[in-house]
């Protein structure tokens, strides 16, 4: 049986995931405002794999028979001041991410929660990949800021983005 740390700290994660995909639909309505249209379908497709996250989570937690606890999402953020601010958020929201999974990591450990332990390490892993394509589009962006031009090549590049999709657990 999971302990009861491990299960409420998963329903926030859960919550966190689906607060993160709120978040870059925020980021994606933003862009779509602006005529960003790659970068709207770039974080559209972020968006969906947050979503993905929340459910794979979910589907743990059914898995394992335990109750799923849907908290109220905040209202996103959707006015920014650039490309840049953008991505600044995004890498922002994915290191607030990983320190999240990796206090319920380290709760599953003391706890002996050896489940939760193989489930959490997907998310670790995943998460070190979504810090470094956020790190690298907050580089990219700040590199063509100035230059509009430039700026709609990165829009262009971005809306190439093929998503994958991550199965729930």
């Not at 329903?11 to 978040?23: H, L, S, V």
């Not at 602006?34 to 497709?45: F, I, V």
């Not at 890498?91 to 990591?105: C, G, P």
Request: aromatic share 8%; charged share 25%; proline share 2%.
């Amino acid at each position: 049986m999971i302990h009861e740390l491990i299960h409420n700290a998963l329903n926030k994660q859960i919550n966190a995931e689906f607060t993160a995909w709120y978040g870059y639909l925020g980021m994606a309505a933003w862009c779509s405002g602006k005529q960003l249209h790659g970068c709207a379908k770039w974080l559209r497709g972020q968006a969906q794999e947050e979503h993905s996250h929340a459910m794979k989570l979910y589907e743990f937690l059914v898995a394992r028979n335990l109750n799923v606890q849907l908290l109220p999402l905040d209202e996103p953020r959707t006015e920014f001041d650039s490309v840049v601010d953008i991505f600044q958020e995004a890498l922002k929201s994915e290191e607030k991410n990983t320190k999240r999974i990796h206090k319920i990591f380290e709760l599953a450990m003391e706890q002996k929660a050896f489940a939760s332990l193989v489930e959490l390490q997907w998310f670790i892993t995943e998460q070190v990949e979504e810090e470094a394509t956020a790190r690298d589009n907050l580089a990219k962006a700040e590199l063509v800021a100035d230059d509009p031009a430039a700026v709609l090549d990165l829009d262009e590049i971005l809306g190439s983005r093929k998503l994958k999709l991550q199965p729930a657990s």
